[in-house]
């Protein structure tokens, strides 16, 4: 194992005895809107908009794959297409439009779901949003192997994805969430199928590793956001009278202090600056380092 994979391990187990008081968070939303297609694959306006009402029938979710394209998924920087990997079929968000409704109200800060995600996922941060990444379709064999999100901003913390319903409902399609600690959690699709007038909603860190098992049975619909948080800026001011010696102390003070609230340790901080020192070695650019609930986000 090479320096920059000890590193790595260092941080990763390191992340994990950060405490926190949750990984997931799930619940129920009700007032689930029509779906409305404008736009085709290639962003050309539709001649005349199709509009989907709720719950979805099998035509209707095959209307909807004829005007997505099959979902990629993230190496690095690439966008690649492999069915052994992920299958299933997205529109994307200028494809669509939905309607002011009292599901779109349940998407605001202050609505009971993302106060559930705020406290759940990022506590520390001074408020969280939802933005709208792609409505995505999964069919029979459709599926999705165990990996992580990709990060899109320093503000980018979870995942959330909410339920839509359809006629038949699906089968299979368990999506499995690992925690750093404990059981994995598990959403069947018994958990996942509802009534016409209310949907499923989880959510979760973006680097947490998940699949979706395929699909048996059905089609499984999915709303996907990035949740994003805004958190307050650390002062980094130090006061005159204060010597270096007397802000060490302090610092050794507050850690031992904030142990157990989320903070991480200072090993954690100094592996993460020799995974910066290795990596500027390659890659000459001053990159900047965030700290979130269970995450550390590096940025070039």
């Known amino acids: 194992m090479g320096e920059f994979e000890k590193l790595q391990q260092e941080i990763e187990d390191g992340l994990r005895r950060i405490p926190h008081d949750s990984e997931i968070c799930s619940g129920a939303i009700l007032g689930l809107p029509p779906i409305r297609i404008v ?14 009402r709720l719950p979805l029938s099998g035509e209707d979710c095959e209307r909807l794959i004829a005007l997505g394209v099959k979902t990629p998924f993230g190496k690095g920087s690439q966008k690649l297409q492999d069915d052994e990997v992920r299958l299933g079929w997205q529109l994307e968000p200028q494809q669509l439009s939905i309607p002011t409704t009292r599901f779109a109200r349940a998407l605001l800060p202050s609505s009971k779901m993302m106060k559930s995600i705020h406290r759940a996922l990022c506590a520390d941060a001074k408020s969280v ?4 990444y792609k409505l995505v379709v999964y069919g029979v064999g459709g599926h999705f192997v165990k990996h992580r999100d990709t990060l899109r901003s320093a503000n980018h913390v979870g995942t959330l994805l909410i339920g839509l319903p359809t006629e038949d409902g699906f089968e299979g399609g368990e999506l499995v969430v690992d925690q750093p600690t404990g059981e994995p959690f598990r959403m069947s699709a018994e958990d996942w199928n509802f009534d016409d007038m209310s949907s499923s909603y989880v959510a979760f860190f973006t680097d947490a590793e998940h699949e979706l098992r ?30 270096p010696e007397d802000c060490e102390e302090k610092e050794s003070d507050n850690e031992e202090k904030t142990e157990g609230k989320g903070v991480p340790s200072k090993s954690l901080v100094s592996a993460v600056e020799q ?19 269970r995450s550390v986000f590096l940025f070039f």
């Open 39 to 52: 736009q085709d694959a290639k962003g050309e306006p539709l001649d005349k908009p199709l509009t989907l």
């Open 275 to 293: 995974m910066l020192q290795l990596m500027q070695e390659t890659k000459p650019v001053k990159p900047e380092l965030h700290w979130r609930w």
């Open 129 to 132: 949003s939802a933005e709208f």
């Open 214 to 243: 395929p699909i048996t049975k059905g089609y499984r619909l999915t709303m996907m956001y990035h949740i994003m948080a805004e958190f307050e800026p650390k002062s980094q001011d130090v006061k005159e009278e204060e010597s």
